[in-house]
């Protein structure tokens, strides 16, 4: 079982600070996901990327996958209120099946 | 597009009794739905595989006996707790895998059951 190690697992910010969130893993992944859940709803696909090294943008979130394709992060610039929630990575293995990280639950206070 | 309905959103039930939960694609075809339970504030706990016309795979500890899956249609998957109780309440999540090649799982919007 491939292991998908997430950081940080908690952040509580003010509103328009930047954060980014990490996800890292030794094992190499044929395509990530990033999701977004908000209590009581199920997890909302934000983005997902294939190609080692390729950047996404979604308005102010930026996702990065690694060269290796190993790793990933999602940067928040200028966060609100509305970008809290847990938001969650997922490597995908293959057969249709893929390894979450823990989460990370972001709080961003007006 | 790549929308995945649950039903109930939520069940309250007494224990001992079954209850039966939903999973549809709605505008596309599924080969593949993952069931998972979450508990608060933590990570998506996979449950078992569901692929369509064939036995489910289970995780590790996950009674299949206790928990029952049927994916008898490209479009729909059922998870069936049976004798319930209170240890078994939970938050329950489907996910579909989609066309697009890339292996993107889409989550259905979650089943909050209660069992008293």
């Known amino acids: 079982t491939q292991l998908l190690e997430q950081s940080p697992q908690f952040l509580s910010i003010q509103e328009g600070e930047n954060l980014t969130v990490y996800c890292n893993s030794s094992?190499?992944?044929?395509?990530l996901q990033w999701y977004r859940q908000e209590p009581g709803e199920g997890p909302v696909l934000l983005v997902t990327v294939v190609t080692g090294g390729e950047v996404k943008k979604l308005k102010r979130l930026t996702f990065q996958f690694g060269d290796a394709r190993k790793d990933s992060s999602l940067h928040i610039t200028a966060a609100q209120p509305g970008d809290t929630g847990l938001y969650l990575c997922a490597g995908a293995e293959g057969a249709g099946k893929s390894t979450f990280g823990d989460g990370t639950t972001l709080t961003v206070k007006p | 597009g790549a929308v995945v309905s649950q039903h109930p959103s939520w069940v309250i039930c007494k224990s001992g009794t079954s209850v039966k939960i939903e999973c549809r694609s709605l505008d596309f075809q599924a080969t593949t739905m993952f069931w998972y339970r979450q508990f608060p504030k933590q990570s998506l706990m996979l449950m078992a595989t569901?692929?369509?016309?064939?036995?489910?795979?289970?995780e590790q500890g996950v009674e299949k006996d206790k928990f029952l899956i049927n994916h008898a249609s490209l479009t729909l998957s059922t998870l069936t707790v049976t004798s319930a109780h209170p240890e078994d309440s939970s938050f329950y999540i489907c996910?579909?895998?989609?066309?697009?090649?890339?292996?993107?799982?889409?989550f259905g919007p979650g089943t909050r059951l209660t069992v008293l």
């Open positions: 094992s190499v992944f044929s395509s």
């Open positions: 996910s579909a895998v989609g066309t697009s090649g890339t292996d993107t799982q889409y």
């Open positions: 569901s692929n369509e016309g064939s036995k489910a795979t289970y």
